[in-house]
């Protein structure tokens, strides 16, 4: 009975955790798909790309939040293809959003930089010619 115990204890613990830590990275990954894809849309339909990065921001953030990951993970990345112009008619907006995960359970986890991993996805909006 001892033995059976100990040993499932010791095999099952480890098992459990990589079930939770795997369940994070995909939870991560359903967040950076839905922020980059909500941000792009949002800085598209704005007046002006100061408003714009900032409504993105704010998109990407509230993605995330709704994932349970905090604004201080993550960075966001806004390029445009038409050179110096974002909002001109026809241009292609590209927003990137990285988020670090990590590993959960890992008491002084900021202090150590213990990652589960990196994620990034991209999505590209073209800017209408009637907004």
């Not at 150590?112 to 991209?122: D, F, I, M, T, W």
């Given at each position: 009975m001892v033995e059976f115990t100990f040993l499932g204890l010791l095999l099952m613990v480890p098992v459990?955790?990589?079930?939770?830590?795997?369940?994070?990275?995909?939870?991560?990954?359903?967040a950076v798909v839905g922020a980059a894809d909500q941000a792009a849309k949002v800085f598209v339909?704005?007046?002006d790309a100061l408003s714009g990065r900032a409504a993105a921001e704010q998109a990407t953030m509230v993605a995330l939040a709704d994932y349970g990951h905090p604004a201080g993970n993550a960075g966001v990345e806004i390029r445009c293809d038409?050179?110096?112009?974002c909002m001109a008619a026809g241009s292609a907006v590209t927003v990137t959003v990285r988020l670090t995960v990590p590993l959960p359970f890992v008491p002084f986890g900021e202090a150590?930089?213990?990652?589960?991993?990196?994620?990034?996805?991209?999505a590209t909006q073209v800017v209408g010619r009637f907004r």
């Open positions: 459990v955790y990589f079930i939770i830590t795997v369940g994070q990275i995909q939870g991560g990954s359903f339909t704005q007046p038409a050179g110096g112009d150590l930089r213990l990652n589960a991993g990196q994620l990034s996805a991209s």
